[in-house]
């Protein structure tokens, strides 16, 4: 079936640097990727949508210079959270739809990000 | 906009029963999908059942099925038979509408199976 890789799968960085998090479709190439922020005990927010060759689409609220994303190819999707700091310490997933399933969508293993 | 509620924040079942997790939506649109998702404490995802709202019957994957009542605007997921792994969150997600869009998750119940 399809599979996204996300990695890496947990990262601590120090305040102030900056953190890259990577999507891959293995299987399948993925023109659209969503990108989630879950807090502990909360559901699934979305943060933006990411589209091969063009700019990504943030939802509201969302600062888009810090978190960055971009869509490189079909088979790649990267957020990178800017300037990091302890509230930006949350589980970060990312999602593709499966493409001729109609409903499909697979999930990253997601990033569990803590910056100290 | 559409909207999803789950309103158990936490349940418990026995080993062996079931269990039902409920979910309302709110939507105009008369097509559309629903989805459950498991959530195990590693943080995946996994998807569980899906609905379609043109669906002549309620959905059923294994020991997942859903009780569908679109006059109501609800899909509850039943567990039949629970097991200690399925213990875990469990998120009613609906897709926005036109086709497969960015999806609204509830806020999720957290079940608890007891031996």
């Known amino acids: 079936g399809a599979v996204v890789s996300q990695h890496p799968s947990r990262v601590i960085c120090k305040s102030g640097t900056s953190v890259k998090i990577e999507c891959r479709s293995l299987?399948?190439?993925?023109?659209?990727m969503f990108w989630y922020r879950q807090f502990p005990k909360q559901s699934l927010m979305l943060m933006a949508t990411?589209?091969?060759?063009?700019?990504?689409?943030?939802e509201q609220g969302v600062e888009k210079d810090k978190f960055l994303i971009n869509h490189a190819s079909l088979t790649l999707s990267t957020l990178t959270v800017t300037s990091a700091h302890p509230e930006d310490s949350s589980f970060y997933i990312c999602?593709?739809?499966?493409?001729?399933?109609?409903?499909?969508?697979?999930f990253g293993s997601g990033t569990r990000l803590t910056v100290v | 906009a559409q909207k999803i509620t789950q309103t158990q924040p936490g349940m418990f079942v026995q080993e062996k029963e079931a269990v039902t997790l409920d979910c309302t939506y709110d939507t105009s649109d008369q097509s559309y999908g629903l989805f459950w998702y498991k959530q195990p404490s590693s943080g995946e995802m996994i998807f569980l059942i899906y609905q379609g709202s043109y669906d002549e019957q309620n959905a059923t994957e294994g020991r997942y099925s859903l009780n569908f009542q679109k006059a109501r605007k609800s899909a509850n997921l039943v567990i039949s038979a629970s097991q200690l792994g399925d213990s875990a969150m469990y998120f009613c997600a609906f897709p926005f509408s036109g086709g497969y869009q960015k999806v609204t998750f509830g806020t999720g119940t957290k079940l608890q199976v007891i031996p």
């Open positions: 990411s589209n091969e060759g063009s700019k990504a689409t943030y």
């Open positions: 299987d399948f190439q993925a023109t659209t």
């Open positions: 999602s593709a739809p499966q493409t001729g399933s109609g409903y499909g969508y697979t």
